[in-house]
């Protein structure tokens, strides 16, 4: 006999399959665009960690030098959850197929919730939305050392619009970004993030044998030099970023308690199935100095 308790059981495997065709997979721009972690922590307790000076001959006598800690930032996770409760009756006269469905709709949303948080930094970069670990905005043209360290303020933030000029001088100002005591940070932008607005620009810009948009023969010194990344959701059409690939994945932090999942219980009281998509994690950004950001008017 099946009986009125055992209707969501026989759903379950569709609504798990349905669930995952929406959810499809987690976005590849985060693992491109962060050092993901496995975390058991709510709040993680990040440090800046002090420069030293330049290495001395020596002469008989080792030079020891202290380093003190530099500033201080913590990374707090949250929890994000959607639910959905499908009425036994509707589930059990469903002619078209609806309450099949309606679990990819959860992992659509799961999805988008992710995505979105992927490129939340670039998108309020310029803003306080989120900030890095010297309590300032992503991209500030007046960064700050503790301090302890005392080094001169420094920019990463443009405004010039994207183009080759554009692009190089960003090039050589990451180059040289200095440390939190004023000595070279040796720091080299290899990575466009861009939106899909510039995406012709970029293309051209990265590819082309000849320099763009002339009619002399010059080689074009930026081809092949960059790897690209295009988002669709960058927000502002003209935005667009540098970025170090190798220090990205030193500054740029992902802390996952919980990977996306997808639960499901019955309510025997209101005769419902109830669906559950999951996750906990956190993000955030150690250091500004993986960045050059462009925030074009």
């Not at 976005?27 to 709040?43: A, C, G, H, I, Y």
């Not at 330049?54 to 959850?81: C, P, R, W």
């Not at 099949?100 to 930094?121: Q, T, W, Y």
């Not at 005769?271 to 955030?284: E, I, N, Q, S």
């Amino acid at each position: 006999m099946i009986t009125t308790g055992q209707w969501a059981d026989d759903l379950e495997p569709i609504a798990i399959k349905n669930f995952q065709v929406g959810f499809k997979e987690v976005p590849q721009e985060r693992d491109m665009l962060f050092n993901v972690k496995k975390s058991d922590k709510l709040t993680e307790t990040y440090l800046e960690l002090g420069d030293i000076g330049h290495m001395n001959e020596f002469t008989g006598s080792l030079d020891y030098e202290d380093v003190s800690q530099g500033h201080k930032m913590t990374i707090t996770a949250k929890e994000y959850a959607k639910g959905m409760k499908i009425q036994k009756k509707f589930a059990r006269t469903d002619q078209l197929d609806i309450v099949e469905g309606l679990p990819k709709l959860l992992g659509l949303s799961g999805r988008r919730r992710m995505a979105n948080d992927v490129v939340f930094g670039y998108n309020n970069a310029f803003n306080t939305s989120i900030t890095t670990i010297d309590g300032l905005q992503l991209c500030s043209s007046a960064h700050v050392s503790n301090a302890n360290q005392g080094g001169a303020n420094q920019s990463n933030r443009i405004t010039q619009a994207f183009n080759a000029v554009s692009l190089e001088a960003a090039r050589i100002s990451m180059s040289k970004f200095n440390t939190n005591k004023d000595n070279l940070f040796e720091c080299e932008g290899d990575m466009i993030l861009y939106p899909q607005d510039l995406a012709e620009a970029v293309f051209e810009i990265n590819k082309s044998s000849g320099k763009v948009d002339t009619a002399n023969n010059n080689r074009n010194f930026q081809m092949g030099k960059y790897k690209t990344l295009m988002s669709k959701r960058l927000t502002d059409s003209n935005n667009w970023f540098l970025i170090d690939s190798e220090l990205l994945k030193q500054f740029a932090v992902w802390n996952e308690i919980d990977p996306m999942e997808f639960k499901q219980a019955n309510d025997f009281d209101g005769m419902v199935a109830k669906y559950l998509a999951y996750t906990f994690y956190g993000f955030g950004f150690t250091d500004w100095r993986f960045l050059i950001g462009a925030e074009v008017s």
